[in-house]
């Protein structure tokens, strides 16, 4: 399975997003400069997890994004499924049925072994993510970022925040 660039743009932007303080919002020009992406693409991702509900928007000079919900009640399947939406990964096509040794007449009943195993597989995924919130998040980076680094980069955040 190979997910769109855009759920790892979605997903670093929301993580940038949730440090911001209240009330203050960051421009797509400052997003896509600070990971280095193309504006116009960024702005799909943006519009997807606006139109989920993860993100606020703003027009005007101090415009832009910021989380709509505390970053302890969105996580990365919030985020993966306002980008890619919510369809399994596996589709089953009951491939099974071409079989030419089958019995005239023969009717399969129930989803095949292959479909159930992958069904469990995605869900396991999807359960995973369900748990990891933005506010794990932001506790992992704070452990694994050099903190001038960190410290830099909320300087310059925050600097282009409106």
């Not at 995973?128 to 001038?148: I, Q, W």
Request: net charge neutral; hydrophobic share 40%; charged share 20%.
């Amino acid at each position: 399975m190979i997910l769109k660039s855009q759920v790892e743009w979605a997903l670093h932007c929301c993580a940038i997003l949730s440090g911001l303080p209240e009330g203050r919002y960051l421009s797509t020009k400052a997003l896509a400069e600070l990971h280095g992406l193309p504006k116009e693409y960024l702005s799909k991702a943006l519009q997807s997890l606006s139109q989920a509900g993860l993100v606020d928007t703003t027009l005007g000079p101090s415009g832009g994004y910021r989380l709509a919900k505390p970053p302890e009640q969105v996580t990365f399947l919030d985020i993966v499924e306002a980008v890619e939406g919510e369809t399994r990964t596996f589709v089953c096509n009951n491939i099974r049925t071409n079989n030419p040794c089958l019995p005239d007449g023969y009717c399969y009943s129930g989803p095949c072994a292959v479909a159930r195993v992958m069904w469990e597989a995605d869900e396991a995924w999807r359960e995973k993510l369900r748990t990891v919130t933005l506010a794990n998040l932001g506790r992992m980076l704070v452990r694994e970022t050099p903190a001038k680094l960190w410290k830099d980069t909320f300087a310059w955040v925050l600097d282009r925040a409106g």
